[in-house]
């Protein structure tokens, strides 16, 4: 039988609204998980979520009432995503491979939904395509930290910022649906393009500065 995998890895997050949610959740829900729960299948509960809103997503092209979907998915999508990890370290079931699990999870989950909402007519393409690798950069940028330093760093803007970004947009398409504020060149912005471009500016300083920030503590440590 192989080793029981114990988890070194120290948790870092700055975001006190994630903290906060992640308090909430183990004091008021991680309780009552039954006992058949696993890591592994809360993270497929995360997963179906994601898939949910993705798919609800690309349905808002029948009907801008579908966004209420994709909001349901992001909720299960979150909550499961914040679960998983309680499970594991309260009930000594930490693995390898779900860490992997988890992490694949929410990166397919982010950079697919980006490209769903830029499928809408609520959106154009191009700025989802700007904004769908940033979660996946940042969790690689996350996974070198672990590698190199025993650290599990979050980003400034974590998880739950991600999923309020997802929820305004979901709420401002069901609104505006595919309503043009302007044109730059001939093609119309819509008020989805707009939030998109607004929320990517902070998030792109945050990605920079993390994957500058590492590539600096990487060079003291070779000194």
């Known amino acids: ?54 798919v609800m ?22 909550v499961a995503d ?6 594991a ?7 390898k491979a779900g860490a992997y699990y988890d ?17 809408t007519p609520a959106a154009h393409l191009l700025p989802m395509a700007l904004a769908a690798p940033l979660y996946g950069i940042m969790n690689v940028t996350m996974m070198n930290y672990i590698i190199y330093f025993n650290e599990f760093q979050f980003p400034r803007l974590g998880p739950i910022e991600a999923h309020i970004s997802y ?11 595919d309503s043009e504020v302007f044109t730059i060149f001939g093609s119309g912005v819509t008020v989805v393009d707009i939030i998109a471009v607004i929320a990517m500016i902070p998030m792109y300083y945050e990605m920079i500065r993390m994957m500058i920030t590492l590539f600096k503590r990487l060079e003291e440590s070779q000194k």
């Open 1 to 54: 039988m192989g080793e029981v995998y114990k988890n070194p890895v120290k948790k870092m997050i700055p975001s006190k609204l994630e903290t906060g949610f992640q308090q909430f959740l183990y004091k008021h829900v991680g309780p009552h998980i039954p006992k058949s729960m696993t890591p592994n299948r809360m993270t497929t509960l995360s997963a179906a979520g994601g898939i949910f809103s993705i």
């Open 57 to 78: 997503t690309l349905l808002t092209n029948i009907s801008s009432w579908f966004w209420l979907g994709t909001i349901a998915g992001l909720a299960v999508h979150l």
């Open 82 to 87: 914040d679960l998983d990890g309680f499970i």
């Open 89 to 95: 370290r309260s009930r000594g079931l930490s693995s």
């Open 103 to 119: 992490l694949m999870v929410d990166i397919l989950f982010s950079t697919f939904l980006l490209i769903s909402i830029g499928l």
């Open 167 to 177: 929820t305004v947009v979901a709420i401002c398409a069901m609104i505006f649906k």
